[in-house]
C-alpha cells in the first residue's frame, strides 16, 4: 500500500455505536477492499486505514446495503473523503489542476506541489499549453 495515498478515518467508540456483531462484519468486508480496520491501541477507539480509492468503494458498498446502522460508519467515511479529496485525485488531473490554476508556475513549483516528477510535469505543461 502507498502511504502517500493511504487515508486514516477514526472511528471513536465503533462497537459501543454499531456492536460487536457488526464489527465483526466490517472487519471482514474491509478486507475484500484493501482496506484495515484495527483498534488503536487499548482504547474503544478504531480506526479504517486504506487507499483513498478502497476506501470510497468500501463506503459505497455499505450505502447499497440495507441496514440502517451503517449511518455512522458512512458518515465518517464521507467526512474524511471530503478532506482528502486530492487522493482521490488521479496525477494527470492533479497537473492539469494546479497549471490551470497557476499557468506561469515553473517545473519546480509543480513538482513539489504534486509530487510528481520532471518528466511528468514537462509533460502536463505540454498538454496544456496545446
Not at 11 to 16: A, D, M, N, V
Not at 85 to 101: P, Q, Y
Amino acid at each position: 500500500m502507498s502511504t502517500d495515498t493511504n487515508i486514516v478515518v477514526a472511528l471513536p467508540s465503533l462497537i459501543h455505536r454499531l456492536g460487536g456483531e457488526r464489527v465483526k462484519q466490517v472487519k471482514s468486508l474491509v478486507v475484500n477492499y484493501g482496506c484495515n480496520l484495527k483498534r488503536v491501541r487499548r482504547s474503544r477507539n478504531w480506526q479504517l486505514v486504506g487507499q483513498a480509492e478502497h476506501v470510497q468503494s468500501f463506503m459505497l458498498h455499505l450505502k447499497t446495503l440495507p441496514i440502517d446502522e451503517w449511518r455512522y460508519l458512512i458518515a465518517k467515511i464521507e467526512a474524511e473523503l471530503q478532506l482528502n479529496l486530492d487522493k482521490l485525485e488521479s496525477l494527470e488531473d492533479k497537473l492539469a489542476r494546479v497549471i490551470a490554476a497557476s499557468p506561469n508556475i515553473t517545473l519546480a513549483e509543480l513538482m513539489h506541489a504534486t509530487n510528481c516528477t520532471l518528466i511528468e510535469a514537462r509533460t502536463a505543461r505540454f498538454k496544456a499549453e496545446f
